[in-house]
Nanobody, 118 residues
Framework: VQLVESGGGSVQPGQSLNLSCTAS????????MRWFRQAPGKEREVVAQ????????HYKPSVRGRFTISRNNSKKMVYLQMNDLQFEDSGVYYC????????????WGQGTQVTVSA
């Protein structure tokens, strides 16, 4: 199983980044996909979620309207378009899959750094 994130970098406030996550080794099309972030000294938090068919999304309130999560099941990829980035958006962004079951199955990527600085 692999989740590989890419697209992180250093930007100024107000700029944009588009993160990508490529999945392999599990049934991507039935998995909820989530983007988490973790800032230094803080707990990891979910910022966006997309259900398997892509029609339902959820966002952390502070990013709603600025971030857009999407997925391509045929390519086994999930994306996070981040616009109007702010200082507080800095952190390591992780792609994660959640597949319902007994027990549920969760996989994590290695993370990609996003730094917003003046």
């Amino acid at each position: 199983v692999q989740l590989v994130e890419s697209g992180g970098g250093s930007v100024q406030p107000g700029q944009s980044l588009n993160l990508s996550c490529t999945a392999s080794g599990f049934t991507f099309s039935v998995a909820d996909m989530r983007w988490f972030r973790q800032a230094p000294g803080k707990e990891r938090e979910v910022v966006a979620q997309i259900l398997p068919r892509g029609g339902v999304t959820h966002y952390k309130p502070s990013v709603r309207g600025r971030f857009t999560i999407s997925r391509n099941n045929s390519k086994k990829m999930v994306y996070l378009q981040m616009n109007d980035l702010q200082f507080e958006d800095s952190g390591v962004y992780y792609c994660s899959s959640f597949t319902w079951g007994n027990p549920p199955t969760v996989f994590w990527g290695q993370g990609t750094q996003v730094t917003v600085s003046a």
